[in-house]
């Protein structure tokens, strides 16, 4: 069975920093490309950072220089360090795995939710 546990999220102030965690089981972690994706109320989810197998990286526009994703293969973890926060950051973020199988089943977690609020 394999889970994506996401922690980390919560309240927190303009500019300031959060760490999310999604711990992975049920799968040969190392060989997952995986993604953290977010959702705003009323707005459609989309993806903030990607991560391959290899360590390779990519981010969307609004979070560039700002957040970063990285992994630990050991701890089948991956990670969302998210500096300077926004007001516009706030949504429920979600942990992606990529099945590095075409047409087999990705896999989601449950969401973390972050509001960035005075």
């Known amino acids: 069975q394999v889970q994506l546990v996401e922690s980390g999220g919560g309240l927190v102030q303009p500019g300031g920093s959060l760490r999310l965690s999604c711990a992975a089981s049920?799968?040969?972690?190392?060989?997952?490309?995986m993604n953290w994706y977010r959702q705003a109320p009323g707005k459609q989810r989309e993806l903030v950072a990607a991560i391959t197998s290899s360590g390779s990286t990519n981010y969307a526009d609004s979070v560039k220089g700002r957040f970063t994703i990285s992994r630990d293969n050991a701890k089948n973890t991956v990670y969302l360090q998210m500096n300077s926060l926004k007001p516009e950051d706030t949504a429920v973020y979600y942990c992606h795995a990529q099945n590095p199988n075409r047409g087999a089943s990705n896999y989601w977690g449950q969401g973390t939710p972050v509001t960035v609020s005075s």
């Open positions: 049920g799968i040969i972690f190392s060989f997952y490309p």
